[in-house]
């Protein structure tokens, strides 16, 4: 039997193959010293001589069904003339403190982007904190820094990541759509901790931010970008809105429940969604019964003309359409007399500049929205993340295009 290529496939600067044991599981490589390479200091280039030398072992990729590969190899502890110092040397396409291959490495943290960890793990049998130890180290090297030059539309968000309300505030480029930022907490100290790392010119390229219009960012953003606009999300105010409808919703209930309505309290069961939903996106059936409980009841079908008009006033394309739409529709709110919405009306009044802003950048947090439904994933396939830092680089891989990521 002849095999060929071994040479190529174990191919490493200042070392040669030596000799290839293969068993059922296990292959182990060995690697000696090519004498034809001369010894240099990696400081200062210059010539020395060799201390010590030690024999070490790392993990390399499975090869076919062996999944465990080890390579060993002599390391030498090399004393430079020139500038005194000490080091080992050891393979460049091994890292030798994790004592594992690079090549590994990069493998494991491509197969973590869409394997959840415990099958990683079981894969390479190795153990899920020697793979969280690895991307980090890989990811580290490769995602660099992040750029925050030449910036105009920015989107901020808090995201939920475990129990006991604990947030992270993610500030995304509306444009591409890359992770800028990620800090714990959802306050006003979480968002200016990104502002603290751009510089004047950084901050006078910024055009328009996108926020919720509740929340503690508000007060950040004019404290450290007087020049830039604010654009409330039209997601989060429709889901504002939504929340009043089912605060109704509640209150006829509970109105139906002391007058004693059975009918009522029959046709109003089971219809939260049915008054939040479009009416496009109810089924026949849903429609019907929709379609008679707003017969029935005026107050829940006020409600639900209200929201569907308040939709169409921040669908609009044009500023000027949606100016004068969502000033009819703040008068017919106010109008119909329902005391939740005309509170909400009067607060949409107030924040008419940021909608339409929203309207004018044509900028909303949809896509920070489809992030953070990417956020879960990720810390549902890590099984959590007590360490930030690995967190936030996982987050920035998954922000990326494909290209940027890991080689």
Known sequence: MIISGLKKLYQYRGYRLNEVSFSENIVHVN?????????????????????????????????????????????????CNACGTRSWLTPDEIDSKRGV??????????????????????????????????????????????????????????????????????????ETGDLLHCCEGKKKESLKSFFDLLNPEQKASIQVVCIDRGGAYLECVK???????????????????????DDLRREEWNRLCDAGDEQGKALLKGQRYNLLRREEKNTGWQQRRLDEL????????????????????????????????????????????IGKIVAFARKMEKASEGIINAIRYKVSNGMLEGFNNLISRIIHRGN??????????????ASLPECFKVP
């Not at 690995?390 to 920035?396: F, P, S």
Request: overall charge positive; hydrophobic content about 40%.
């Open 101 to 174: 291959t690079k090549r590994m490495m990069v493998m494991a943290s491509r197969l973590m982007c869409d394997m959840p960890i415990k099958k990683v793990a079981a894969f390479i049998n190795g153990s899920e904190t020697t793979l969280r130890r690895w991307d980090k180290a890989v990811l580290k090297e490769h995602l660099g820094e992040v750029c925050l030059d030449n910036l105009s539309i920015l989107l901020v968000d808090e995201k939920s990541i475990g129990k006991r309300h604990h947030y992270i505030t993610t500030v995304l480029n509306g």
């Open 294 to 337: 707003l017969a029935m009841n005026q107050t829940l079908s006020t409600a639900y003309v209200l929201t569907e008009d308040f939709r169409d006033a921040l669908s609009q394309n044009y500023i000027c359409h949606a100016k004068r739409a969502l000033e009819i529709w703040v008068e017919t709110a106010v109008n119909s007399g």
């Open 223 to 245: 404290e450290e970008l007087p020049l830039a606009d604010i654009a409330f999300d039209k997601y989060h105010l429709v889901s504002n809105l939504n929340d009043v409808i």
């Open 31 to 79: 690697l000696e010293f090519d004498k034809r390479c001369k010894d240099t200091c990696p400081h200062c280039g210059r010539k020395g001589f060799i201390e010590d030398v030690e024999a070490r072992e790392a993990r390399d990729m499975p090869s076919g069904p062996a999944r465990l590969v080890y390579i060993r190899y002599p390391a030498r502890k090399f004393r």
């Open 384 to 397: 959590g993340y007590k360490d930030m830092d690995y967190l936030k680089l996982k987050l920035r891989q």
